[in-house]
């Protein structure tokens, strides 16, 4: 069911230049070509009864309640499929209709549940509306009849309950399983009266079903229906919020009773997801309320301490005293901060403003540090910003699609929908990457060529395909000359063209066959608009940034820049990462990404703060524990992270925490971080504030504070709080107040408001002068650095290399029912579907080393050892292997390296040598966790 | 700060620039690279090392841009 009380036209909105004019009821109304009449009629404020139909899928005409009388036809057409026509002249109303409509209603309700006063749909049900509209006295069939009330309900899955019973066979959850999910999981099954909805064989838990909630949010009825409304009732007020989860920055109604979230519904006016969503967003955020939250501040002065719970004041004196005390004896520079891509703009900006005015350093790091830095470096480079250049809706123009180290179905799952879409419509699809993934063949929808490349050959593989559109002259030269560096191009143009970027000669590297790559560049090149989709299967490399780069290379050199289905597109991996970077969190950067050593720049932020600005870069997170190890760096605040489970090469990351004096936490829960902290702040969920998140597409939403903190303050006030404590005041009564001044110091923000935001609905930075509203597309008419540059990207193979010792390449990554380290979502029911993590091989490399599926396997790197259970998948390829991160006892991080890339340390997640040989009992790192996991949670106080 | 880490990571910022043709450009890159991203004290240590070590370990392009570049690299430290 549709949030309570949002409008639904009955058919999609249609776009068109030509308008129509038609009349309903006597009253003109004018809509563009190609709307249905019940659209046309919902715009005139005339809602013709509706069941099957539903704006958000297209017509299907089954129900019979929308029929109309239309002058100058015979019969009566259903409104729904029926196209307006200039000069109709609709009837909506008429005593013939009223009767045909009250028939349909009784065959319906003959074979439906009277059971309304104590249906979890009631005061929500359509079903229920519709006999309302019609006038439904009587049912003349009866309901003793042949019907389907006895069938039994299906609640295998943990968040929605299928009640066939009570189903009325509209389609609308097959259909939107279909079109707007893109998964095709349900059918009708049966003919005529046996016809029932069917999730494949078996239920839904055992079926294709991917969770996405869109089924539910079509049902009309009580049907598949929410357990949370089930269990608590309908809510009584929502709140228009943005998701936590991803980069996609879902827009949702919570739905609240009290101050108690009871659902969380898409929004269909959210510009990022059009009113779709992912079993995350829609269903996996049960942990807000999580009793494992921690809702008093804690301190002590050991990690062999017993935690000691105290008044905020006494926590935040105590945490200001420590920097203070550790800055006096070790100098400026031994402190800094990592602020959180799941914090809101607001408040990384005032950690980094925090770092820079109040402990006076540069040293303010953040988690994109590990996932999407080199993005930042390379298009900044290369067009001038440090973003993607489309919006989503972009890819409905699109003609080729290329996605290249991204796994858009498990970790965008919303986009991925859209793009789907767009595959079905005929797009072409070509995907770079070393696992088969969901996306390269899935219903309707079929990679033309799935390049199936190893593991740390990103680079030769882009050469490769650039070098084919170039040498064979398929490049865009007009484009180039006109909108591009000459000197650089040029000097690119030999470079590329050097047989030793050719594919064959690049073949024995990649492994991917020569004549696959040049047709694929050629599909790429021919295309009127080629898009291309990238994620951290790029980024996360010793050549992370030099793929980026060579990504906007060939975009540049194909003229797929600066217009709608164009573009460079990073898929940004958590709901902030794009907005803590611009807020200036890296610490070469301020807000705006602009560098510390401008001293323009620093003037502006030293005026305007009261304090000088340091002019030298301070340190990244790898530096920070390097520091910490050589005795330089003691001291760290980090906001919203868990450092201890997410970056690489574990050991040397707790060996670095244990030799700081004091690490503040502020977290949700006892993180792996908080295990090693002096000071726990607790945090506040995105239930509980107000701020802004920045998606992928640099689109700035909302965060809307639904329920007071349940540590009483908000994550951004403990840090205004810590800031006076440490003798810097912060005056904020509001976090519109932060964005205020981040629009005043950064100028692709001037326009950003509050007010603004709610208005639009969201914003896509630039919003300035030039561009109040915001900016969709980037690099129109020029390169936000003027002319676009391209730059050499010699293939240089990873240090990291297979051998005798260690034969197989392990890639990390994740899957669509958890979140990064899981903090969050394995304290959902989604733990259903994952609970713990496994490594997944091929079939031939398990024979060879006599592992069958399940066995437990110790995974071997040169940097540690953990163990695994086995999931053989001819989804990999033989020599690859592949494990997930998100539960912190798995030690996917024990294994891999800190080999990272060239240009800004991202770890290499994506290559790392391993052995795997069957084991029987867990690795010494893993009884060593749980010991020190044991040790620490009983020293946490009883509750 | 470990010095074999940084040599290593020196050495890959090379990696990246030795593309380019032009050696007196390549070299300002390296420098350029160090001086915009490295934290000072990640600079003396290279510094040092290369000093006190003779460059050990460190490709060619390093220990030219070093030498080219120093008072670029020495500037805030």
């Known amino acids: 069911m549709y949030s309570v009380k949002e409008p639904d036209g009955g058919t999609p909105l249609r776009v068109s230049d030509q308008l129509v004019t038609i009349t309903i009821d006597g009253a003109p109304v004018t809509v563009p070509a190609g709307t249905s009449v019940m659209r046309a009629a919902a715009e005139a404020g005339v809602h013709v009864?509706?069941?099957?139909?539903?704006?958000?899928?297209?017509?299907?005409?089954?129900?019979?309640?929308?029929?109309?009388?239309?002058?100058?036809?015979?019969?009566?057409?259903?409104?729904?499929?029926?196209?307006?026509?200039?000069?109709?002249?609709?009837?909506?109303?008429?005593?013939?209709?009223?009767?045909?409509?009250?028939?349909?209603?009784?065959?319906?309700v003959s074979d439906h549940p009277l059971d309304c006063l104590t249906c979890p749909a009631n005061g929500n049900c359509e079903l229920q509306e519709?006999?309302?509209?019609?006038?439904?006295?009587?049912?003349?069939?009866?309901?003793?009849?042949?019907?389907?009330?006895?069938?039994?309900?299906?609640?295998?899955?943990?968040?929605?309950?299928?009640?066939?019973?009570?189903?009325?066979?509209?389609?609308?959850?097959?259909?939107?399983?279909?079109?707007?999910?893109?998964?095709?999981?349900?059918?009708?099954?049966?003919?005529?009266?046996?016809?029932?909805?069917?999730?494949?064989?078996?239920?839904?838990?055992?079926?294709?079903?991917?969770?996405?909630?869109?089924?539910?949010?079509?049902?009309?009825?009580?049907?598949?229906?929410?357990?949370?409304?089930?269990?608590?009732?309908?809510?009584?007020?929502?709140?228009?919020?943005?998701?936590?989860?991803?980069?996609?920055?879902?827009?949702?109604?919570?739905?609240?009773?009290?101050?108690?979230?009871?659902?969380?519904?898409?929004?269909?006016?959210?510009?990022?997801?059009?009113?779709?969503?992912?079993?995350?967003?829609?269903?996996?955020?049960?942990?807000?309320?999580?009793?494992?939250?921690?809702?008093?501040?804690?301190?002590?002065?050991?990690?062999?301490?017993?935690?000691r719970e105290v008044s905020w004041d006494e926590a935040i004196q105590y945490a200001a005293s420590e920097i203070r005390r550790i800055q006096g004896a070790h100098g400026r520079g031994a402190?800094?901060?990592?602020?959180?891509?799941?914090?809101?703009?607001?408040?990384?900006?005032?950690?980094?403003?925090?770092?820079?005015?109040?402990?006076?350093?540069n040293n303010v790091d953040t988690c994109a540090r590990v996932c999407h830095s080199p993005t930042g470096y390379g298009l900044k480079t290369t067009l001038g910003e440090s973003a993607g250049t489309q919006d989503f809706d972009s890819v409905d123009h699109a003609d080729v699609v290329v996605v290249i180290g991204a796994n858009p179905t498990d970790a965008h799952p919303v986009f991925a929908s859209r793009m789907k879409r767009r595959l079905r419509e005929g797009a072409r699809l070509i995907v770079f990457d070393p696992r088969a993934i969901d996306?390269?063949?899935?219903?309707?929808?079929?990679?033309?060529?799935?390049?199936?490349?190893?593991?740390?050959?990103?680079?030769?593989?882009?050469?490769?395909?650039?070098?084919?559109?170039?040498?064979?002259?398929?490049?865009?030269?007009?484009?180039?000359?006109?909108?591009?560096?000459?000197?650089?191009?040029?000097?690119?143009?030999?470079?590329?063209?050097?047989?030793?970027?050719?594919?064959?000669?690049?073949?024995?590297?990649?492994?991917?066959?020569?004549?696959k790559v040049r047709a694929a560049a050629r599909i790429y090149a021919g295309a009127r608009n080629a898009a291309i989709y990238y994620g951290l299967g790029v980024t996360e490399h010793s050549q992370g940034t030099t793929m980026v780069i060579a990504i906007a290379n060939l975009a540049m050199v194909t003229g797929n820049l600066g217009r709608p289905g164009v573009g460079v597109n990073p898929l940004r991996g958590q709901n902030n990462v794009q907005g803590s970077c611009d807020m200036g969190s890296f610490p070469h950067e301020l807000p705006g990404y602009r560098h510390v050593s401008d001293p323009a720049v620093r003037a502006l932020f030293s005026t305007h703060w009261g304090v000088p600005i340091e002019p030298e870069p301070g340190l990244r997170i790898p530096n920070m524990f390097d520091a910490a190890i050589d005795g330089s760096f003691r001291a760290l605040y980090v906001q919203g992270e868990d450092i201890a489970q997410s970056d690489p090469n574990t050991e040397h990351v707790t060996r670095a925490l244990r030799s700081m004096e004091c690490i503040i936490v502020q977290d949700l829960f006892i993180n792996e971080t908080a295990k090693f902290a002096h000071v726990f702040f607790p945090g506040s969920s995105f239930l509980e504030k107000d701020g802004t998140f920045t998606n992928a597409e640099r689109r700035i939403s909302r965060v809307r504070k639904v329920m007071p903190p349940l540590?009483?303050?908000?994550?951004?006030?403990?840090?205004?709080?810590?800031?006076?404590?440490?003798?810097?005041?912060?005056?904020?009564?509001?976090?519109?107040?932060?964005?205020?001044?981040?629009?005043?110091?950064?100028?692709?923000?001037?326009?950003?408001?509050?007010?603004?935001?709610?208005?639009?609905?969201?914003?896509?930075?630039?919003?300035?002068?030039?561009?109040?509203?915001?900016?969709?597309?980037?690099?129109?008419?020029?390169?936000?650095?003027?002319?676009?540059?391209?730059?050499?990207?010699?293939?240089?193979?990873?240090?990291?290399?297979?051998?005798?010792?260690?034969?197989?390449?392990?890639?990390?990554?994740?899957?669509?029912?958890?979140?990064?380290?899981?903090?969050?979502t394995r304290r959902t029911r989604n733990v259903i579907w994952h609970s713990e993590d496994h490594i997944d091989l091929h079939p031939h490399d398990a024979e060879q080393r006599g592992i069958v599926d399940g066995d437990w396997v110790a995974v071997r790197s040169r940097a540690g050892e953990t163990v695994l259970r086995a999931c053989l998948t001819d989804r990999m390829q033989p020599g690859v292997v592949y494990t997930t991160f998100h539960h912190p006892e798995s030690g996917a991080n024990v294994v891999t390296?800190?080999?990272?890339?060239?240009?800004?340390?991202?770890?290499?997640?994506?290559?790392?040598?391993?052995?795997?040989?069957?084991?029987?009992?867990?690795?010494?790192?893993?009884?060593?966790?749980g010991d020190f996991s044991a040790r620490q949670q009983e020293l946490l106080p009883r509750t | 700060m470990d010095a074999h880490k940084l040599v290593k990571m020196a050495n890959e910022i090379a990696s990246f620039f030795e593309a380019e043709p032009d050696r007196a450009v390549m070299l300002e890159g390296v420098a350029g690279h160090l001086k915009r991203f490295w934290d000072p004290r990640m600079r003396r240590e290279l510094l040092r090392w290369q000093d006190e070590h003779h460059g050990e370990g460190l490709k060619d392009t390093v220990r030219d841009a070093i030498a080219a570049h120093r008072d670029k690299l020495l500037g805030g430290l």
């Not at chain 1, 015979?74 to 109303?93: D, F, L, N």
């Not at chain 1, 005529?192 to 539910?216: H, K, R, W, Y």
């Not at chain 1, 001044?741 to 609905?761: C, H, N, Q, S, W």
């Open chain 1, 897 to 929: 390296t800190e080999n990272s890339d060239w240009a800004t340390n991202c770890p290499e997640y994506k290559v790392t040598a391993v052995q795997l040989v069957k084991v029987a009992a867990p690795s010494e790192w893993q009884r060593q966790f």
């Open chain 1, 130 to 307: 519709m006999a309302g509209a019609v006038g439904l006295r009587e049912v003349r069939y009866g309901t003793q009849g042949k019907n389907h009330l006895d069938l039994a309900k299906d609640e295998s899955n943990p968040y929605f309950i299928f009640d066939p019973a009570k189903c009325i066979a509209c389609s609308r959850c097959v259909r939107a399983c279909e079109e707007v999910q893109g998964t095709f999981a349900l059918t009708l099954d049966g003919r005529g009266f046996d016809t029932q909805i069917a999730p494949g064989a078996g239920n839904f838990l055992e079926s294709e079903c991917v969770s996405c909630g869109a089924c539910v949010q079509a049902c009309p009825t009580a049907t598949l229906m929410e357990k949370s409304i089930v269990d608590k009732g309908q809510p009584d007020h929502t709140v228009v919020t943005t998701c936590a989860y991803c980069g996609v920055g879902c827009s949702f109604r919570a739905e609240i009773k009290g101050a108690e979230v009871v659902r969380m519904v898409p929004n269909k006016d959210g510009h990022a997801n059009h009113g779709h969503s992912c079993v995350k967003g829609r269903f996996a955020w049960g942990y807000a309320s999580h009793p494992d939250r921690i809702k008093t501040p804690m301190i002590r002065t050991s990690i062999d301490d017993p935690w």
């Open chain 1, 711 to 824: 540590a009483g303050l908000g994550d951004w006030e403990v840090t205004v709080a810590l800031s006076n404590a440490l003798g810097y005041p912060m005056h904020y009564d509001h976090p519109s107040q932060i964005m205020d001044e981040i629009a005043k110091l950064t100028p692709t923000f001037t326009g950003v408001t509050y007010d603004k935001i709610d208005r639009l609905g969201s914003i896509q930075w630039p919003c300035n002068d030039k561009a109040p509203e915001g900016t969709p597309v980037m690099h129109v008419d020029e390169f936000v650095r003027g002319k676009g540059r391209f730059v050499l990207t010699e293939y240089v193979p990873t240090d990291e290399r297979t051998s005798w010792k260690y034969p197989l390449l392990l890639t990390t990554g994740r899957i669509l029912s958890q979140y990064n380290v899981g903090a969050q």
């Open chain 1, 335 to 361: 402190v800094g901060a990592i602020t959180s891509s799941r914090c809101s703009n607001e408040e990384t900006y005032l950690v980094q403003k925090l770092v820079r005015a109040g402990f006076g350093n």
């Open chain 1, 49 to 108: 009864p509706k069941l099957c139909a539903t704006d958000t899928l297209e017509a299907f005409g089954s129900c019979r309640l929308c029929l109309v009388e239309i002058e100058g036809r015979r019969g009566y057409p259903a409104s729904c499929t029926t196209p307006a026509e200039p000069g109709m002249k609709v009837r909506t109303q008429s005593d013939k209709l009223a009767r045909l409509r009250r028939g349909s209603m009784e065959l319906y």
């Open chain 1, 439 to 515: 996306l390269a063949r899935t219903p309707h929808v079929e990679a033309t060529h799935l390049l199936q490349l190893r593991p740390g050959t990103n680079v030769a593989l882009i050469n490769a395909f650039t070098h084919t559109i170039v040498a064979e002259g398929l490049h865009k030269e007009d484009y180039v000359h006109a909108r591009c560096e000459h000197a650089a191009y040029d000097k690119w143009k030999a470079f590329i063209c050097d047989p030793r970027n050719s594919p064959e000669a690049m073949e024995e590297a990649t492994g991917v066959p020569a004549a």
